[in-house]
């Protein structure tokens, strides 16, 4: 679509030159509902997915922040011989 804002429009401005007869040139897709929710719950599967392993990653992070605390402190007590 954009790409046909961007062939139809006249001007540097954009789309401040796009007449109505102009949009009556450009195709616009549709997608009937079953589509569109077909779309909405695959994207919120894959979300989901990389949602779950965002969390997984900041809870390793944190993990090793506090492995990593521990460690020096262990280290500068002399708990642990360097």
């Known amino acids: 679509m954009r790409e046909q804002f961007n062939y139809f429009s006249q001007s540097t401005t954009g789309l401040a030159n796009l007449s ?3 949009l009556d040139e450009m195709i616009f897709i ?6 569109q929710q ?3 719950e695959f ?4 979300i989901s997915k990389i949602d ?3 969390n997984k ?3 390793q992070n944190q993990k090793l922040q506090e492995f990593r605390q521990s460690l020096i402190s ?3 007590t002399g ?4």
């Open 38 to 40: 077909a779309i909405v």
């Open 52 to 54: 779950n392993l965002i």
């Open 57 to 59: 990653i900041q809870l």
């Open 74 to 76: 262990n280290v500068v």
């Open 79 to 82: 708990k642990i011989k360097v």
């Open 30 to 35: 549709r997608f009937s509902y079953r589509e």
């Open 43 to 46: 994207l919120d599967y894959e």
């Open 20 to 22: 109505e007869s102009l």
